[in-house]
Antibody, heavy 116, light 107 residues
Framework: QIQLVQSGPELKKPGESVKISCKASGYTFTNYGIYWVKQAPGQGLQYMGWINTATGKSTYADDFKGRFVFFLETSASTAFLQINNLKNEDMAAYFC?????????WGQGVMVTVSS | DIVLTQSPATLSVSPGESVSLSCRASQGISTSIHWYQQKSNESPRLLIKYASQSISGIPSRFSGSGSGTDFTLSISRIESEDFSVYYCQQSYSLPRTFGAGTKLELK
């Protein structure tokens, strides 16, 4: 069956970096883009952008340009989100999901806690 | 960017009632709207795609309608498992955007 399995929770200090993985299985990885969604505590869903799994090209929403990086390890059917220079406002759950139009499969989410 | 406005923010209902949740787009988006349910501490779940198309495994009490700028998610005969937050999302253009959500709570 189709699954997106994400890495575990993270506890980081401001200024550090974090790398979150999203491993896909049950379908051809390069046929569907991977999209990333942020959910701050008690808040709604915020679209971050996506990575084209066939070409590796990333597109970022305006709020996520600069410190956020999407990349792939295609041989392992895995997408990654890296957040550099963490800030308090990055504390959130981060979901990967499969696109491109509607999001039919989701990872379980990764909670990133930022605390000094 | 296309802004999606959901209303109401919170809806208090009793089991067995039927409800309609609204999602309004800032510009015409044809039927490029999709609905999700998110229970506490879970990932979102796709309920309806392209405004009114059903999803395999989703109960038939969930239905969607609308086109252009106004969309509705209808839930008939609400059950206890339906109390959660509902989001709409547009795929008419990039960036994809979500509405702020409607929380369905027990009256």
């Amino acid at each position: 069956q189709i699954q997106l399995v994400q890495s575990g929770p993270e506890l980081k200090k401001p200024g550090e970096s974090v790398k979150i993985s999203c491993k896909a299985s049950g379908y051809t990885f390069t046929n569907y883009g991977i999209y990333w969604v942020k959910q701050a505590p008690g808040q709604g869903l915020q679209y971050m952008g996506w990575i084209n799994t066939a070409t590796g090209k990333s597109t970022y929403a305006d709020d996520f340009k600069g410190r956020f990086v999407f990349f792939l390890e295609t041989s392992a059917s895995t997408a990654f989100l890296q957040i550099n220079n963490l800030k308090n406002e990055d504390m959130a759950a981060y979901f990967c999901t499969r696109g491109p139009y509607y999001f039919d499969y989701w990872g379980q989410g990764v909670m990133v806690t930022v605390s000094s | 960017d296309i802004v999606l406005t959901q209303s109401p923010a919170t809806l208090s209902v009793s089991p067995g009632e039927s409800v309609s949740l609204s999602c309004r787009a800032s510009q015409g988006i044809s039927t490029s709207i999709h609905w999700y349910q998110q229970k506490s501490n879970e990932s979102p779940r796709l309920l309806i795609k392209y405004a009114s198309q059903s999803i395999s495994g989703i109960p038939s009490r969930f239905s969607g309608s609308g086109s252009g700028t106004d969309f509705t998610l209808s839930i008939s005969r609400i059950e206890s498992e339906d109390f959660s937050v509902y989001y709409c999302q547009q795929s008419y253009s990039l960036p994809r955007t979500f509405g702020a959500g409607t929380k369905l709570e027990l009256k």
